[in-house]
């Protein structure tokens, strides 16, 4: 059985129903993670915590908490009770230069000095500098830093860039470029994620322990993305328009190599935007994800919306109680 650690279930369990009887699920906060959890676990991938600004932005309090303070207290239980291997789930955001700054508008790797600024990309780092320091000959943390994931999943997100071109243009006929699309984004498929992940965990410890990957596999500039998912869509019969909007708002922009990963551990992703966008297309279709408006396919809204549930049922009860 394959040992699993679910957090909160704040968005469901879709995308555990398919492997249901093949693992062991414990259900909790990773904040208060239950005494023995990892007995005789060999490797602990740790997914958890708020994943991206807008939710860090929301509570910076439960954002340090969980990406920070509990990333650390995670690795050192792993320590206590002697986990080899611990795989963390960083960003590829800690790299972030901002817009109108081109002297440090250049390709940058794993080496590359980083002062992210957000509070979501801020909390990943902090907890990778402690994480690093905790590696020694029987402990060996790796972090992988992400790119912009896209694709389809059971629980869709429409909040990432990708999967929110092919939501628009479904839902509106437009796709918009803010700030003309100028930025650089580096982007990853979630199924080659996955793949990044195995890696990690299988790989010898000799090539990963202590060590930083960035998870890529292609630098876009936005404006590039979007005509990118015109194109994949046109392909499967959906006609949208693409349409820049000059105006200013708060955007990312970095560019990443993956070369490292690829050299280390022979990364290879192998799904690309036109692939993945005719792969979601054909799944929100057949799976009836259309409801664009729905708010469990976008993580701030979702966690208003349990915070204002929260709020009712700890003065009124549950309406299911007898």
Known sequence: MVHFHAGSKYYGDEGLRSVADSVEMVVGDMRRPPEGLFEGVLAVVNLGGLSNDPTAEYNPKANHEMNTVAAIQLAEQCIAQGVPRYVFASSCSIYDQGLGDEQRDILLDEEAPVFPKAAYS?????????????????????????????????????????????????SKGVVTLHCGGEMWRPLVEVRDVAQAYVLAVQADTALVSGQIFNVVHKKYRISE????????????????????????????????SGAKLQRVLGFQPKIDVHESVVDMLARIREGGYSDFENPKYYNIQWMRLLEQAHKVISVTGSIFEV
Do not use: H
């Not at 902090?126 to 830093?145: D, G, T, Y």
């Not at 790119?147 to 990708?162: A, C, E, I, N």
């Not at 869509?233 to 693409?242: A, P, T």
């Open 122 to 170: 801020g909390s990943k780092r902090a907890a990778e500098v402690k994480l690093l320091e905790l590696a020694n000959p029987s402990f060996a943390p790796v972090i992988l830093r992400k790119g912009t994931v896209f694709g389809f999943s059971p629980r869709m997100r429409y909040d990432l860039v990708v999967n929110t071109f092919v939501k628009d243009a479904l």
């Open 225 to 256: 993305l979007a005509l990118q998912v015109r194109d994949a869509l046109r392909s499967s019969g959906v006609v949208c328009d693409v349409r820049p909007d000059y105006s200013y708002r708060g955007v990312r922009n970095y560019r990443v």
